[in-house]
């Protein structure tokens, strides 16, 4: 078994948003949970992200992994065996130094 930790500095939260918030608007059109409310929350989850200290975005970063730890092994698992790469994710974590 590997443990295998990656330090990650200088994080571009304003990039990552920019990808993620139309994914995530996307899948609410889909499913018919956005319209309207998807538009608004992508604006306000810009603006917090915009207002918010590198500090306070790390620590949000670092609740969110913890929190979604299983999700994140499962899909991380799942993307690694459909993709024919023979890995398994035994752990992840964040610790914010």
Do not use: F, H
């Amino acid at each position: 078994m590997l443990e295998l930790r990656i330090l990650v500095d200088n994080i571009d939260y304003d990039s990552i948003a920019e990808y993620l918030i139309p994914v995530v608007a996307e899948k609410l059109r889909r499913e018919d949970k956005g319209g309207i409310l998807g538009s608004v929350l992508a604006g306000m989850a810009r603006t917090l992200l915009g207002a918010m200290s590198q500090e306070q975005k790390d620590r949000l970063l670092v609740q969110l992994v913890t929190k979604n730890r299983e999700k994140l092994l499962d899909k991380g698992n799942r993307a690694a065996r459909d993709k024919g790469i023979g890995v398994q994710l035994c752990d992840v974590a964040v610790q914010k130094l």
